[in-house]
């Protein structure tokens, strides 16, 4: 694609990109989006001024991790530039995804961003278009890199046109968390966790009692995104926007009415707390003993079961679906790597050469164990590190065994639409609508679908084949 009057169409559409806050995986990460005017083609934006032979070469790479998955972020830096002499690469921290993407949209023209960042996968079709970067499909290639060492069903969300234009980095998906003694004092069995919207329903419905409730989802887009999924339904038309550009959202199709219809069901039972859109207050409840089932990101696992020792056994399973789906599964959440092309050919083979050290099994098992998030290096499953937290985390044997089992088509693979944050937004408005009696679940999504379609065409007139 070619972008069209990037400094003055792309910010219109940005500044509705901005709104959200929050990515998947279980991190109060990221929004946004960014343009550049940067008109050449990658092949020829790498050839700028190279470093000093006789200087390393400094890469700077931007980054949405704070806290605790900062220090192991960090600790991924010191360890690279520990082990060469040639690439020096300065990580720093640029807030939410939002904030990041919005300061590297500032920085194109004078050259002051960064070699390397970060962002959250729902901008993937917006960084494509930007021209921004050089897709690490080049590199690949150039270096007959072999990407058979890394997670295919992780690999195909960033996967465009047969092209990888970025290296996934935090990878995470939903999972289905229960209080395995409520489900004993229910008569449930513990070992069994409900697998359809029915078995959850009626799970449900047993486990309300005593002042309890069977459970609570956050109204968060990205769970109807994956229930989406793993009915083997796709999200956009033209292939969930990868045979071509998404001109239409199928929000309002069947998979998202009988979903939205089975969980307004529940609330209106009052076998299904209705807590928001926080995930965080849907975490404090399962902690708490207020509810017994609840879905949240693989990458949240390690401080649900915490934050519940002594107190309950927590259980895990695979996100349901309604009875008869198949060909379904769930997609990727987190982020992924992009390397800039408005950088020297020098920093730019530095980030490469970084890149390829993250994806190396032994970082990619200090970055699990460390963050919770999924190895993308099927070896890193043969550290020993890896094994030891497995041992001390059954639970996340789900989250692998879910991942693996996932199958891969145009609708686990994802949708891309240049607008996503929005329309995670509207999709989340369109629940919130329905669970609270506003509107009919098919109204709430239609309304919802007919934005997101009008937000969408309006992005695609700044783009062109």
């Not at 649900?304 to 679906?321: M, Y």
């Not at 970084?354 to 999924?374: E, P, R, S």
């Not at 609270?436 to 309006?458: D, F, H, M, R, V």
Request: with cysteine; charged share 20%.
């Amino acid at each position: 694609m070619k972008l069209l009057n990037a400094k003055t169409t792309l910010p219109l559409v940005l500044s509705g990109m901005m709104a959200l806050t929050a990515a998947c995986g279980g991190t109060t990460a990221p929004s946004g989006g960014t343009a550049t005017n940067s008109e050449k083609p990658a092949a020829d934006s790498t050839k700028k001024d190279a470093a000093p032979t006789n200087q390393p070469v400094k890469v700077v790479w931007w980054h949405s991790m704070g806290g605790e998955l900062g220090k192991a972020a960090d600790k991924l830096v010191s360890d690279f530039n520990a082990s060469q002499k040639n690439i020096v690469v300065e990580a720093v921290f640029q807030g939410t995804y939002d904030e990041s993407l919005n300061k590297m949209k500032a920085s194109m023209d004078s050259k002051s961003g960064p070699a390397l960042i970060q962002v959250y996968e729902i901008g993937s079709r917006f960084m494509i278009d930007s021209k921004a970067i050089t897709p690490v499909q080049t590199f690949i290639d150039k270096d007959k890199y072999d990407v058979s060492s890394l997670e295919e069903n992780i690999l195909n969300y960033y996967r465009v046109d047969g092209k990888l234009y970025s290296m996934p980095f935090n990878t995470s998906n939903p999972i289905l968390y229960y209080n395995k003694d409520m489900f004993k004092a229910a008569g449930l069995d513990p070992e069994k966790p409900p697998a359809t919207y029915e078995e959850l329903a009626d799970a449900a419905k047993k486990l309300t009692k005593d002042g309890k409730a069977g459970g609570s989802f956050a109204i968060y887009g990205w769970f109807m995104e994956q229930f989406f999924a793993n009915q083997g339904a796709e999200l956009l038309n033209n292939g969930n926007g990868r045979t071509s550009l998404a001109t239409e959202s199928l929000l309002a199709g069947d998979a998202g009415v009988k979903t939205l219809t089975w969980w307004k069901q529940m609330v209106d039972d009052k076998t299904m707390l209705n807590l928001g859109r926080k995930t965080d207050d849907t975490k404090k409840a399962f902690a708490a003993g207020q509810i017994a089932m609840t879905l949240d990101s693989t990458a949240s696992l390690r401080g649900i079961v915490n934050s519940a020792e002594g107190k309950f056994q927590v259980g895990t399973g695979f996100l349901p679906k309604p009875s008869g789906a198949k060909d379904g599964g769930v997609i990727v959440g987190g982020a992924s790597l992009y390397i800039l092309n408005n950088r020297s050919e020098a920093e730019q083979q530095g980030a490469w050469e970084f890149i390829k050290f993250l994806a190396d099994a032994k970082q990619q098992a200090y970055w699990h164990v460390n963050t919770g998030y999924f190895p993308i290096t099927k070896k890193a499953y043969d550290e020993q590190i890896v094994k030891d937290n497995l041992t001390k985390y059954p639970q996340f044997q789900t989250a692998v065994d879910q991942l693996h089992a996932t199958k891969a088509n145009l609708a686990t693979q994802g949708a891309v639409m240049g607008v996503f944050p929005e329309a995670r937004q509207l999709t989340e408005g369109a629940i919130e609508e329905a669970l609270n009696g506003k509107k009919q679940p098919k109204e709430a999504l239609e309304g919802a679908a007919k934005e997101i379609s009008g937000k969408i065409g309006t992005y695609n007139k700044t783009v062109s084949k």
